[in-house]
Structures are given as C-alpha cells and as structure tokens.
C-alpha cells in the first residue's frame, strides 16, 4: 500500500489540475462529515471557484451555526472533474451522491474507519480519531493558511467524533491539532454551546421516552433501546434527535456493548451500536453489511424494527455467552 504521504501528494496534484471538483459525505451526516466537508470546501474555495458540497441528506440543526454552510446545495453543472468523498466507508453511504461519485473523472476517498473499502481512485484511509484530522493534514499539506472559519469546522469534526476528546480514538495528535486549531482564535465557548448545550425540547422529550423503554441482557453488558417513528410523532421529534442517546447509555456502570435503533420505516432499521472496553462492534455490523469503527458502528437492516432487534441481540448474545 501506498504510504500517506505519497498519497497525500497525488491527491494534491489532482486537487490542482482539477476545475470542477465536488465534496461530499454520507448521509445520516454527522459533526465529523459536515465539518470535515465545509472545512475543505472553504479552504479550496481559496484557491479555487465553484467549489462545491453536495447536500445528500438534510442537515441536523446542531451544525447549522457552521461557516461555510452556505456551501452546502445541488451540483448544477454538467461537468466533474473531481469528486472528493469524506468519512465514507464505502460508497453507498454517499446516497445520492453516489451517481455523482461514478460518473465524475476522478474519485478521491478520504476516511478513517477501518472498514473502508477503497473505491477511490486515490484512497487516503488512515487511523485517526475523525476524518477532520486527514483533512487537517491535507489543508496544511496544500500550504493553503487556515482561517477561524476552517478551525471551527474542523474543531466541531474532531471534538464531536471523539465524544469531545473522551473516546479511545483520541490520540497525542488529536490534541496537537486541537492546539493550532484554537490558535486560530476560535470561538470554543459558542462551538459548545452549539453542540452542546442547545438540545430542544422535543429531543429532550424523546430521550426521556427511550429511556424508558431501555432492556437490559448478559447480566446488565448489553444494553438496548429502540426509537419508533410513533415515538418520533408522539413528541414531535426527528431522526437527528435521536443524538446523545446511545452514549447516555453506554455510559451504565455495567455496560459494554450499548445498541440504538431506530426505525427508518416499515422494513428499514438503522442501528447504532457502541462498546466500552473489549468489544469490537464493527465485526457485529459487518455481518449486517455495515461498519464503522472498534467503538462506534453501525449498519441498516431491512426488516421490521421488532424483528431487526432479535436479530442484532442474537448476533450481540453469541458473544456474551
Ligand atoms: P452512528 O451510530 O453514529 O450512525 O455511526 C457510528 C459509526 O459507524 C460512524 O463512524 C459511522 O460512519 C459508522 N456507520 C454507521 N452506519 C454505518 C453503515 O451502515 N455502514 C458503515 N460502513 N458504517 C456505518
Ligand atoms: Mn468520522
């Protein structure tokens, strides 16, 4: 495999003879994929026009405070040279945006879950804490200045992706970046209260519903809740919601391994899935046909959300026998 550096440079060169150049990345976005997308749309748009982040998704109302967001919309012209996906796994987490990511000249793929699979023309897969820490070292690496605006996105992708530098991904690096970042005179008391301390209270409402539906099993490891879309109507709540509740309860003194799901519709469940200490939960959400990372992973399965559950705690229970 190529080294990072060799594959930083090619995706520069790309980057440079490229006029028409589309960011985008998966659906569901999180802080790390809106973060990282704006960061690198800002920073391009420096030296660059009509650059451009597709919107596959709706954005969550926690990111909307981020500069740049006006970025965000539909690709109008006909031509692609260059499509840069971010904090994708694989291809089909683009949504939409994977027509787009096919037809363009040039794929570049930058991510950090182990399970990617490549299908770049130029993968730039290595493990870091969010994919907002590859896009750190290529703005550097591009020798285009960061700005306030940039190191608040990219802040807001790394601070988000790492429980706000709690998890296990947090590394001697993350902090180092987080550093420059704040040099650049960030506004970290407005970036939190943003991310933080802004939840409504219709999210609050739902959170205290999944709660109470919370089921334990292997003597209090497992945990899991489930979020209906009756839930949703009932306390005028959305999907993006949903955020806040699965590390609420993997933070349960005796849990290892915490599962979410939610109820996309009838016969489609996403499920959340995140561990503590032992387990891996991206080899519990592979065998679904998803992934992600030791930690954190995910996957969708299509059935009904009662049956979904049986089938993801049969999965989890092998495991605990
Ligand atoms: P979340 O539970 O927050 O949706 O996702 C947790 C982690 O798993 C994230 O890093 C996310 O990108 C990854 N993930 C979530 N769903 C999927 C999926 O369906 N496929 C893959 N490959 N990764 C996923
Ligand atoms: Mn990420």
Same mark, same amino acid.
């Given at each position: 495999?190529?080294?990072?550096?060799?594959?930083?440079?090619?995706?520069?060169?790309?980057?440079?003879?490229?006029?028409?150049?589309?960011?985008?990345?998966?659906?569901?976005?999180?802080?790390?994929?809106?973060?990282?997308?704006?960061?690198?749309?800002?920073? #391009?748009?420096?030296?660059?026009?009509?650059?451009?982040?597709?919107?596959?998704?709706?954005?969550?109302?926690?990111?909307?405070?981020?500069?740049?967001?006006?970025?965000?919309?539909?690709?109008?012209?006909?031509? #692609?040279? #260059?499509?840069?996906?971010?904090?994708?796994?694989?291809?089909?987490?683009?949504?939409?945006?994977? !027509?787009?990511?096919?037809?363009?000249?040039?794929?570049?793929?930058?991510?950090?879950?182990?399970?990617? &699979?490549?299908?770049?023309?130029?993968?730039?897969?290595?493990?870091?804490? !969010?994919?907002?820490?590859?896009?750190? &070292? $290529?703005? *550097?690496?591009?020798?285009?200045?960061?700005?306030?605006?940039?190191?608040?996105?990219?802040? +807001?992708?790394?601070?988000?992706?790492?429980?706000?530098?709690?998890?296990?991904?947090?590394?001697?690096? +993350?902090?180092?970046?987080?550093?420059?970042?704040?040099?650049?005179?960030?506004?970290?008391?407005?970036?939190?209260?943003?991310?933080?301390?802004?939840?409504?209270?219709?999210?609050?409402?739902?959170?205290?519903?999944?709660?109470?539906?919370?089921?334990?099993?292997?003597?209090?490891?497992?945990?899991?809740?489930?979020?209906?879309?009756?839930?949703?109507?009932?306390?005028?709540?959305?999907?993006?919601?949903?955020?806040?509740?699965?590390?609420?309860?993997?933070? =349960?003194?005796?849990?290892?391994?915490?599962?979410?799901?939610?109820? =996309?519709?009838?016969?489609?469940?996403?499920?959340?899935?995140?561990?503590?200490?032992?387990?891996?939960?991206?080899?519990?959400?592979?065998?679904?046909?998803?992934?992600?990372? #030791?930690?954190?992973?995910?996957?969708?399965?299509?059935?009904? =959300?009662?049956?979904? *559950? *049986?089938?993801? $705690?049969?999965?989890?229970? +092998?495991?605990?026998?």
């Amino acid at each position: 495999m190529d080294n990072i550096d060799d594959l930083m440079a090619d995706a520069i060169q790309l980057i440079g003879k490229s006029d028409n150049i589309l960011i985008a990345s998966h659906v569901q976005p999180d802080g790390d994929s809106i973060g990282s997308a704006l960061a690198l749309a800002i920073a #391009l748009t420096k030296i660059k026009d009509g650059i451009r982040v597709l919107k596959v998704d709706d954005i969550p109302a926690d990111y909307k405070f981020l500069p740049g967001i006006e970025l965000i919309g539909e690709w109008q012209n006909g031509e #692609l040279d #260059l499509f840069i996906a971010l904090d994708c796994a694989d291809i089909d987490r683009l949504g939409p945006g994977k !027509a787009l990511a096919l037809r363009a000249r040039h794929l570049i793929n930058i991510d950090h879950h182990i399970t990617n &699979d490549n299908f770049g023309d130029i993968n730039i897969i290595a493990e870091s804490a !969010a994919t907002g820490e590859l896009v750190y &070292d $290529l703005i *550097k690496r591009m020798e285009i200045g960061f700005d306030t605006d940039i190191a608040t996105c990219l802040y +807001t992708a790394i601070s988000t992706d790492t429980g706000r530098f709690m998890y296990s991904n947090t590394s001697h690096k +993350t902090h180092l970046i987080a550093s420059e970042l704040l040099k650049m005179g960030i506004d970290i008391n407005s970036i939190n209260t943003n991310l933080y301390q802004n939840r409504s209270i219709e999210r609050t409402n739902l959170f205290l519903d999944s709660l109470s539906g919370l089921e334990m099993f292997a003597d209090g490891e497992v945990a899991v809740t489930a979020i209906t879309q009756d839930m949703l109507d009932i306390n005028n709540a959305k999907l993006e919601d949903t955020e806040g509740i699965i590390s609420f309860i993997r933070g =349960i003194d005796t849990v290892e391994v915490a599962c979410l799901l939610k109820e =996309i519709a009838r016969g489609e469940t996403k499920v959340s899935m995140r561990s503590k200490m032992r387990i891996d939960v991206s080899r519990i959400c592979n065998k679904f046909g998803g992934g992600g990372h #030791l930690r954190a992973a995910g996957c969708t399965i299509y059935d009904d =959300i009662d049956h979904a *559950k *049986k089938l993801i $705690l049969d999965e989890i229970k +092998t495991i605990f026998r």
